[in-house]
């Protein structure tokens, strides 16, 4: 599968069909030297994958690990994490293969898993490596194959013939390891003849090696970023490769799983509150489309792995009323090809503006970067965890702008030109505010269409329904007002609710709603030296705004990177708005408490302990149950790569 992740808007967006192996142009392209120098052609994949296939073909799987084994597992993680060691040999949670109806095979949980349990770390047959933002190309894999096949282990040509090809092979029917439960052939992916035509066969092998990268690569811009600002030594790299057992596990709009690479390790967990015994174990392919309408979702899935997705989200989707699915499409419309682009326009106005926002420009992006302020919030997220509530905080961390490219959100493209003309421009003063005003009226309006839609949603349900609280905190935070909104921690995954399905349609808009509220707080520091009421407004808005982006992101994609770096974009937000210093902070200067003496430190305010509370639920769901100063130095580094986020 190419479940492309943030490399889908970027990388896909290129490609004329929507299939990996597309020109020769790319072809070429991908062959440049240092992805050949860099590929990892791995070889610690071992016999377990020859051990899956049998276990497959009864439908059981024997890799099965028990509560003595888990901690063996997640102490391999962790030196996975903290010093990029991969774990000795494969980690399989207990899983086994089985057969899906409509789906051909897919992954069955064995047993209940609770969130950030591990559901397996695994090292890849192949993987290309190639510097951050620059992915190698898939159709490398494609020349990896045909030019090794036949050097290649027995138990890797095992793994890959046991992959999915889109439709059952002749090489299938005589292969003792494949399953007998074979796919029952969904319709191939509509550019499928340039995949599967007979020049990606191997009369060798047997083997259609087009159809195995196209169903069965996964890229990604990047690695887990956190993981990697730990593990220290060579930045994060992009990759692309083919991981066996993680390429059986199919999708869902809303997963019960989260997944991402470490070096070449591709680790997959739990994320629901509980994956009940007997479930199907699922990811998302599609990345940041993931937050996209059902029509535009079906279309990716349709082109790009020739299914309909009948998910739980789909289907809830389906079922909204018709009006509403069509103004869920507008607003997905508005929101990306109107409003964004006016954003990004905005933000280059804003290059000059900025000239004069240094002071909304610090507090917004902040100018102060710490170690030990990382630290603080650390703390904060420690305590919250474990329960220990007095932990110290301080200032915000500095929030730095990404690097732009074509998949950054508009959000992300203001920011990083604001930050940019803050520091380097000298151009004349600003006019953010009058140019923010004339975006206003298509925001408001687009934003009181979901207020209202969401609202009679909500009366709906609550006449038929129990209360979801998360339900009301990201409905009431859509309207850009909600300074309150309420932030109860979300206790789980319940069944998908009409209104966060609903949400997560418009999440692009709840992003601009965020940005926009920022970009009012700043140019009311701007004109007014600190924003006084009505810069205090719109960062009450933007926090407002945000936590609902959290909230719709902990229904859809718990344990994302997404919704990681928007905790700790929140949690810096609070630090900074309160000030809080925590009695023990160095760089906040805040209100909260003094150094030195034996007193306790004072509790940190409600927003901060709020804000610190999501992005521990957020890493416990990535991570896995880590405690005391590993949580620490994952916290610490979960902020420092957030600000390469904003
Ligand atoms: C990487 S394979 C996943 C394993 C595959 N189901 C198998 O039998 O080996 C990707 C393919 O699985 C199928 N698939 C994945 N998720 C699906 C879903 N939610 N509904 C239907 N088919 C799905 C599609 O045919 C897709 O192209």
């Known amino acids: 599968m190419q479940c492309l992740g943030r490399a889908v808007v970027k990388y896909w967006a290129l490609l004329p069909s929507q299939i990996a192996l597309a020109t020769p142009e790319i072809l070429r392209s991908g062959r440049s030297s240092y992805w050949a120098l860099s590929a990892v052609i791995t070889t610690s994949s071992t016999a377990a994958c020859g051990a899956f296939s049998t276990s497959a073909a009864n439908s059981t799987s024997s890799q099965t690990s028990d509560a003595s084994t888990s901690s063996q597992d997640e102490s391999a993680c962790a030196a996975l994490y903290f010093t990029g060691t991969a774990p000795a040999t494969d980690i399989l949670g207990p899983f086994s ?82 399953p007998t439960d074979q796919p029952t052939a969904s319709s191939p992916p509509a550019s ?65 799983c989260v997944h991402y690479v470490v070096g070449s390790t591709m680790v997959v967990r739990a994320v629901q509150q ?45 079922d909204l009323p018709e009006e509403l699915q069509s103004l869920l499409q507008q607003l997905y419309d508005r929101s990306r090809h109107e409003l964004a682009p006016r954003f990004e326009r905005l933000a280059s106005a804003a290059s000059a503006a900025a000239e004069g926002l240094d002071g909304g420009a610090g507090a917004l992006y902040g100018e102060n970067d710490e170690d030990d302020e990382d630290d603080e919030a650390a703390a904060a997220v420690d305590g919250s965890i474990t329960g220990g509530g007095g932990a110290a905080a301080a200032a915000a961390t500095e929030v730095a702008v990404k690097v732009t490219t074509p998949g950054l959100t508009a959000a992300e493209l203001a920011k990083r030109a604001l930050r940019k003309a803050s520091s380097s421009s000298s151009s004349p003063p600003p006019t953010l505010g009058s140019q923010l005003a004339s975006l206003e009226p298509r925001l408001e309006e687009c934003a009181r269409q979901l207020h209202l839609a969401v609202q009679e949603l909500q009366e709906e349900d609550e006449a038929t329904e129990d209360d979801d609280p998360r339900v009301g905190a990201a409905s009431t935070a859509t309207t850009a007002s909600a300074t309150s909104a309420a932030t109860a921690p979300s206790s789980g995954r319940q069944p998908l609710t009409r209104v966060q399905v609903a949400q997560a349609a418009a999440y692009q808009l709840l992003e601009l709603l965020h940005l926009h509220a920022e970009l009012t707080a700043a140019a009311a520091a701007a004109s007014g030296g600190g924003g006084g009421a009505i810069g205090g407004r719109a960062r009450a808005a933007a926090a407002g705004a945000l936590q609902a982006c959290w909230h719709v992101l902990d229904a859809i994609s718990r344990g994302s990177e997404l919704q990681v770096f928007q905790a700790c974009k929140l949690l810096n937000d609070a630090l900074q708005d309160s000030g809080y210093s925590g009695g023990s902070g160095s760089g906040g200067g805040g209100k909260g408490g ?53």
């Open 192 to 256: 499928s003849a340039a995949v599967g035509g007979s020049s990606g066969g191997d009369s060798t092998s047997g083997l259609d090696f087009r159809a195995v990268v196209s169903y069965n690569a996964y890229g990604d811009e990047y690695e887990d970023l956190p993981a990697a600002d730990l593990r220290g030594g060579p930045p994060p790299q992009s990759h692309v490769g083919l991981w066996p057992y993680f390429s059986n596990i199919n999708h869902a709009c809303a997963p019960n």
């Open 594 to 646: 003094g150094k030195g003496g034996a007193a306790p430190p004072p509790p940190p305010p409600e927003a901060v302990r709020e804000a610190a509370s999501l992005l521990g639920q957020s890493l416990l769901a990535r991570y896995g149950p880590l405690r005391g100063p590993q949580l620490s130095r994952m916290t610490q580094a979960a902020i420092r790569t957030s600000r390469g986020f904003f």
């Open 97 to 178: 293969l089985q057969s899906i109806p409509g789906k051909g095979r897919g992954l069955v949980a064995q047993r209940e898993l609770r969130p950030g349990e591990l559901v397996m770390a695994v090292q890849p047959i192949a993987v290309l490596h190639g510097p951050q933002d620059s992915m190698p190309s898939p159709d490398s894999l494609l020349d990896w194959l045909e030019a090794t096949w036949q050097s290649m282990p027995p138990h890797h040509r095992a793994a890959l013939r046991q992959m999915f090809v889109g439709r059952p092979t002749a090489s299938t029917a005589s292969d003792s390891q494949r």
């Open 274 to 318: 509980v994956v009940h015994e007997g479930s199907e174990l699922l990811i998302s392919y599609l990345g940041r489309d993931d937050l996209a309408p059902r029509q535009v979702r079906q279309a990716v899935l349709q082109s790009r792995y020739g299914f309909r997705c009948g998910c739980a989200r789909c289907r809830t989707e389906e």
